[in-house]
T-cell receptor, first 119, second 111 residues
Framework: EAGVTQFPSHSVIEKGQTVTLRCDPI?????LYWYRRVMGKEIKFLLHFVKESKQDESGMPNNRFLAERTGGTYSTLKVQPAELEDSGVYFC?????????????????FGPGTRLLVL | TQLLEQSPQFLSIQEGENLTVYCNSS?????LQWYRQEPGEGPVLLVT?????EVKKLKRLTFQFGDARKDSSLHITAAQPGDTGLYLCAVLYSGTYKYIFGTGTRLKVLA
């Protein structure tokens, strides 16, 4: 079974440009999460999808970030326009539906991340 | 303010030594997860602990959840170079599906 994949693995852009990150979750996983780690800091939650719906986007830094999950499959995270402080590693994770159970019983599977550098 | 404090931040030891890393908070949690992350990869879940005082073992790794469910420890016996990596603890933020991560302990085991 294929794991969570992310594209691109690395991206170097200039301030003011637009970048779109893509995440393909494990097939059949309804839950999809985006996280970000800025250098020297902890991994921080950005948002959570259940299928195509945004359940919690409280971690999104500002309105320059837009996440979508068309058809409940892959997801994209667009940063427009990018700023220097957006540099970091962006992780995507997916998990199966909680099936009425508790979320802390789930296993999140992480992708390898996209390393974004804004110059 | 960091919700989860991990210590130590860095640890370099010789192969065969034992070590313990900690994840502490002033808050109570329903559960706590430990992950290991290797360079160029995403975190991989090692274990979830849910009951105060719970001890779980994964080969040479022993995980314990504090009695008050505010802290946890990870003990590695006879560390191997393959144990090298970043160890992260994580919890669900109360009443949400939002995971909060600690800053991690970066472990290096020298052959």
């Amino acid at each position: 079974e294929a794991g969570v994949t992310q594209f691109p693995s690395h991206s170097v852009i200039e301030k003011g440009q637009t970048v779109t990150l893509r995440c393909d979750p494990i097939s059949g996983h309804d839950n999809l999460y985006w996280y970000r780690r800025v250098m020297g800091k902890e991994i921080k939650f950005l948002l959570h999808f259940v299928k195509e719906s945004k359940q919690d986007e409280s971690g999104m830094p500002n309105n320059r970030f837009l996440a979508e999950r068309t058809g409940g499959t892959y997801s994209t995270l667009k940063v427009q326009p990018a700023e220097l402080e957006d540099s970091g590693v962006y992780f995507c994770a997916s998990s199966q539906d909680f099936l009425g159970g508790s979320p802390f019983q789930e296993t999140q599977y992480f992708g390898p991340g996209t390393r974004l550098l804004v110059l | 303010t960091q919700l989860l404090e991990q210590s130590p931040q860095f640890l370099s030891i010789q192969e065969g030594e034992n070590l313990t890393v900690y994840c502490n908070s002033s808050s109570v949690f329903s559960s706590l997860q430990w992950y290991r992350q290797e360079p160029g990869e995403g975190p991989v879940l090692l274990v979830t602990v849910v009951t105060g005082g719970e001890v779980k073992k994964l080969k040479r790794l022993t995980f314990q959840f504090g009695d008050a469910r505010k802290d946890s420890s990870l003990h590695i016996t006879a560390a191997q170079p393959g144990d090298t990596g970043l160890y992260l603890c994580a919890v669900l933020y109360s009443g949400t599906y939002k995971y909060i991560f600690g800053t991690g302990t970066r472990l290096k085991v020298l052959a």
